[in-house]
């Protein structure tokens, strides 16, 4: 399936459900959390210029996304620290803050591990939403407190997209 860029997908940027809103749960209703959150964060890098960095933060914000948008230097298509940085900052401080009770974490590096312990060390749940096949860290998966399988809603969300 080849997915098209467009408001839900840039290659190597973002790429989101088709027609949801970022503060939805992803969750099946089983798992007892609100219908909305109250701030969801997407984080992620582009090597294009201001312009650029103002359409992804766009596109990110009309999915109801708070945008981090961070430029990565053309020499590497990799994510570059600053986002890990400022996830792990953002995901410790409100904790710290008490502002949330249950984080949830997309994400499938392994580099996450000891963030999640240390929230989880705090008292804070953490569910973990990823693809099973496409680069999921077994050790994350291990150390969340619920972990989801993002491949067959996603899939099935950009189909019926295209159909």
Known sequence: MGLEEGPYHSRD?????????GTLSLLPTRYKLQPHAIRSYYYTTTGGDENE???????????AFQPEVFKRPR??????KGVDIALTK??????????YDVAVLVAGDGDYVPLVDEVK????GVF??????????????????VFFELDESFISAW???QD
């Open 121 to 124: 060390r705090l008292g804070k």
């Open 128 to 145: 973990v939403v990823f693809f099973r096949d496409s680069g999921l860290n077994p050790e994350l998966r291990l150390s969340s407190d």
């Open 90 to 99: 953002d995901f410790l401080s409100h904790a710290y803050s008490d502002n």
């Open 53 to 63: 960095i103002k359409r992804i933060r766009e596109c990110l914000w009309d999915m």
């Open 159 to 161: 189909q019926s997209q």
């Open 75 to 80: 020499a590497r298509r990799q994510q570059a």
């Open 13 to 21: 940027v973002f790429i989101w459900f088709p027609d949801r809103e």
